[in-house]
């Protein structure tokens, strides 16, 4: 029963939301769904999306793939979709400059299997699925300034293990965590951080008395520059499609 009802939960969530929501938004003048890109609202400057959002619409489900396939494209003509693979973990590489890394990436290496392999002691090929999963939490938690308790937490294991899995991912790509030491000095010195493109985010919360406000800035001064700098890429992208186009 617990399992009927949320699928039936699930199942209402998809028809109010979607179902129901999106035929009503339709301009009647062009027959379209006409969302609005936002470049200034989100802090690190990823785009976001409203009236409607059509960057959440769901895949995961059978059922959320089929609102997908109400989105067609006119006759003779295609919808695209392109993804950067793995671009903030590139842009680290970028950033940091660890050689091992870049290497990584410039072999066509499946980063998170490079990861649980220098993490876990084991050959790249002796890597399972869960020990690649791990590896996936430990390179974005890196990613996002997170702790050895945040990653325990993520990852069900003790502090220690998971302090252990991070001063292996260290271990392995030691220029990032010069960089990353590099980029939280600054901030604190000069009350903000900067993306590729030289956009700021100031972070006065880095002063703040009270640790949990600071920790959170500090993690902030962390992701900005990378996700920040990962935005700016994919809207260059955009504006040259679009050019092209």
Do not use: W
Not at 18 to 38: C, E, F, M, Q, W
Not at 42 to 62: C, E, F, H, M
Not at 119 to 127: C, I, N, T
Request: charged content about 25%; proline content about 4%; some cysteine.
């Amino acid at each position: 029963l617990p399992a009927e009802i949320l699928a039936y939960r699930s199942l209402t969530k998809l028809k109010s939301t979607y179902v129901d929501a999106l035929p009503a938004l339709i301009n009647p003048k062009t027959g379209r769904i006409h969302t609005s890109y936002n470049q200034t609202v989100t802090a690190t400057g990823r785009l976001s999306s409203s009236n409607p959002n059509l960057q959440n619409i769901p895949i995961r489900t059978l059922e959320g793939k089929r609102i997908r396939q109400a989105f067609i494209a006119d006759p003779d003509c295609f919808l695209i979709s392109a993804d950067y693979s793995q671009i903030e973990l590139r842009v680290l590489a970028h950033l940091s400059e660890d050689k091992a890394l870049i290497d990584a990436f410039a072999s066509d290496e499946d980063i998170h299997t490079r990861t649980a392999s220098d993490v876990f002691g084991v050959f790249p090929q002796m890597v399972n699925a869960d020990m690649r999963r791990q590896a996936k939490v430990i390179n974005f938690g890196i990613l996002y300034g997170m702790s050895a308790f945040g990653l325990a937490k993520e990852l069900g294991v003790s502090i220690k293990i998971a302090q252990e899995y991070i001063e292996g991912y260290f271990q392995r790509y030691k220029k990032v965590r010069i960089y990353l030491d590099g980029i939280l000095e600054g901030a604190r010195r000069d009350g903000f951080v900067s993306t590729l493109l030289n956009r700021r985010r100031y972070l006065p919360e880095l002063k703040n008395k009270i640790p949990s406000m600071r920790q959170f800035a500090e993690r902030m001064a962390i992701n900005t520059p990378i996700q920040g700098s990962a935005a700016d890429l994919i809207k260059v992208a955009m504006v040259n499609i679009a050019n092209l186009l």
